[in-house]
Nanobody, 123 residues
Framework: VQLQASGGGLVQAGGSLRLSCAAS????????MGWFRQAPGKEREFVGV????????NYADFVKGRFTISRDNDKNTGYLQMKSLKPEDTAVYYC?????????????????WGQGTLVTVSS
């Protein structure tokens, strides 16, 4: 499956953005979808994940209550809704997909990756 992340941009602290992850090539509903991010000078880290149907989600502690992952399998698209953004949320955000029985927070367990979209939060 090919993934295309979009929706990044410049936003002020406290603002909101919604990232999209458009999938093509294979049946999107066959895959669990994760979001990761990489801040300047730091390693890529887990943000959150949803299972294939969207019925289950899991988030990193630093985004709980602020970020929401959802998906629309009919549109082959996943979303990362971000609110109450902070300057430390500045990063390139990646969507990723994996098959298998369960979701994962581990990057190496994801087979497919989007190209990333830059989110910059100004103070």
């Amino acid at each position: 499956v090919q993934l295309q992340a979009s929706g990044g941009g410049l936003v002020q602290a406290g603002g909101s953005l919604r990232l999209s992850c458009a999938a093509s090539g294979r049946t999107f509903a066959n895959y669990h979808m994760g979001w990761f991010r990489q801040a300047p000078g730091k390693e890529r880290e887990f943000v959150g994940v949803t299972n294939w149907s969207g019925s289950s989600t899991n988030y990193a502690d630093f985004v709980k209550g602020r970020f929401t992952i959802s998906r629309d399998n009919d549109k082959n698209t996943g979303y990362l809704q971000m609110k109450s953004l902070k300057p430390e949320d500045t990063a390139v955000y990646y969507c990723a997909a994996r098959g298998g029985l369960g979701v994962s927070v581990k990057q190496h367990e994801y087979t497919y990756w989007g190209q990333g979209t830059l989110v910059t939060v100004s103070s």
